[in-house]
């Protein structure tokens, strides 16, 4: 016998509609503001800011992938319009050359350090503006429990 759909209730409805429109509306405003000031999308950003922050500022590819939760296809791709660019380069792992490193070069940096006042100005106001210090930790608190049940279906791909 076939059970019937847990349905969401009303107020579980009006969180899942909010979610997605955060889900979706959000990372297109970031990309917006990225495109028009710095010519990059808020993922390559986020690929340039992990490796900004990373010892050394490098990191295995197949490490950021999973830090941007990426595919290491997209990774690659990102890798390659980058290197173009002069803001990365690649190199096998001298430690295991199984492994491909990829290293922030200066102009890179730069790029981060350029971008980052804006992209940040955007964040805090779609984000932290509109809440108190007690609702940001409220959130803070929720989210690091979905993202946590998301990272573990990921995890099982």
Known sequence: ??????????????????????????????????EQDAGMSNFEYSVLARLSMAADQTLRLSDLAAQCDSSQPRISKVMVRFERSGWVRRFSDPNNGRYTLATLTDAGLQQVIESAPGHVARVRQLVFDPLTDVQQDALGGALARVATAVREQLAHR
């Open 1 to 34: 016998m076939k059970t019937s759909p847990r349905w969401l209730d009303d107020s579980q409805q009006d969180v899942w509609q909010d979610l997605l429109t955060i889900v979706i509306g959000l990372p297109n405003l970031l990309d917006r503001q990225l």
